[in-house]
């Protein structure tokens, strides 16, 4: 079974410094990693994912995370945020067997201040 | 439409009424998933649909939960004589065949309060 800790329920920032939205996860098989973010009235949607490769994957938006397997982390970054990204932000692995059920993390609500 | 929905966004009922929430996948989509939002919880898998194959029920927290999905495509979820700790949003999201580990799209999600 796998388990998905969000260290952090809630941060607070002023707009343009930089966030780190903390997510660590247990597994005893390999897994793959997902960010997922709710904004304001709407639903869940895809942010990024981790499946093979480089360790270092980036959204759109100017996000990115970082698989460290021996940390068992994959911690979500960005370096200036903008009102508009506002939202709740849920840490997710799967271990990939037959189908993707997702292990969700409590998740971690970011609230960007003017 | 393009997403998925499901109906009613909210429902508020007494404890002890059975509940029916709806799930309309996305057209083509024929893996579809069930999710509980509830505080304290976070999101927790509840069952899972592939195509014609038997369900994933392992999730489900007790026998007064139950779903089913009909032809391939609605699902529905019921919950029997519903208790006060049942109160959560359920999210419903589908995913393409054969690509398990893609995005899962979400719906807005059902709103329960159980009075």
């Known amino acids: 079974a796998q388990s998905v800790t969000q260290l952090d329920s809630q941060v607070p920032v002023f707009e343009e410094a930089p966030v780190e939205l903390r997510c660590n996860y247990s597994s005893s098989v390999s897994v793959y990693l997902f960010w997922y973010v709710q904004y304001p009235n709407q639903g869940l949607q895809l942010l990024l994912k981790y499946l093979s490769g480089s360790t270092l994957v980036e959204s759109i938006n100017g996000f990115e995370a970082e698989f460290n397997k021996s940390q068992t982390s994959f911690h979500l970054r960005k370096p200036s945020v903008h009102i508009s990204d506002t939202a709740e932000y849920f840490c997710?692995?799967?271990?990939?067997?037959?189908?993707?059920?997702?292990?969700f993390g409590q998740g971690t609500i970011l609230t960007v201040h003017p | 439409g393009a997403g998925v929905s499901q109906s009613p966004s909210n429902k508020v009922t007494e404890k002890g009424k059975d509940v029916e929430l709806r799930c309309d996948p996305i057209s083509g989509h024929t893996a579809l998933y069930w999710y509980r939002q509830s505080l304290g919880q976070g999101l927790e898998f509840l069952i899972y649909f592939q195509g014609n194959s038997a369900p994933d029920k392992s999730g489900l927290p007790s026998d007064r939960f139950s779903a089913e999905r009909t032809g391939g495509s609605v699902s529905t979820l019921t919950i029997q004589r519903t208790q006060q700790e049942d109160s959560a949003v359920y999210l419903c999201?589908?995913?393409?065949?054969?690509?398990?580990?893609?995005?899962?799209?979400f719906g807005p999600g059902t709103r329960l309060t159980v009075l």
């Open positions: 997710a692995v799967t271990a990939g067997t037959s189908y993707g059920k997702l292990t």
């Open positions: 999201a589908t995913q393409t065949s054969g690509a398990f580990l893609n995005e899962q799209f």
